[in-house]
């Protein structure tokens, strides 16, 4: 019932842009957070970013200064500038809602010139 569509990966060069989306829609009955993971092969899936309900945000380290997370209702945005190659990876939406996660499939970003 539960669906997390993301958009907005791509490709794209060293020092540009991307900004990923993540929409919610189902029976979640609410959400406490919502955030971005993002897995490279041949390593572990990891947090990227993640935004509260109070806007309270956190960052990876690798990310920080780069990367903003926003929500509005149920969506959200991952504005990403001066990526880097190894910014490259499978983004994943997460939502929390209660007492359990959500995931979305996935969208590619992969940074090369």
């Known amino acids: 019932q539960v669906q997390l569509v993301e958009s907005g990966g791509g490709l794209v060069q060293p020092g540009g842009s991307l900004r990923l989306s993540c929409a919610a829609s189902g029976s979640i009955f609410s959400i406490s957070r919502m955030g971005w993971y993002r897995q490279a092969p041949g390593k572990q899936r990891e947090l990227v970013a993640v935004i509260f309900n109070s806007g309270f945000t956190n960052y990876a380290d690798s990310v920080k200064g780069r990367f903003t997370i926003s929500r509005e209702n149920a969506k959200n945005y991952l504005q990403m500038n001066s990526l880097k190659p190894e910014d490259t990876a499978v983004y994943y939406c997460?939502?929390?809602?209660?007492?359990?996660?959500?995931w979305g499939q996935g969208t590619q970003v992969t940074v090369s010139s």
């Open positions: 997460n939502v929390r809602g209660v007492g359990i996660d959500y």
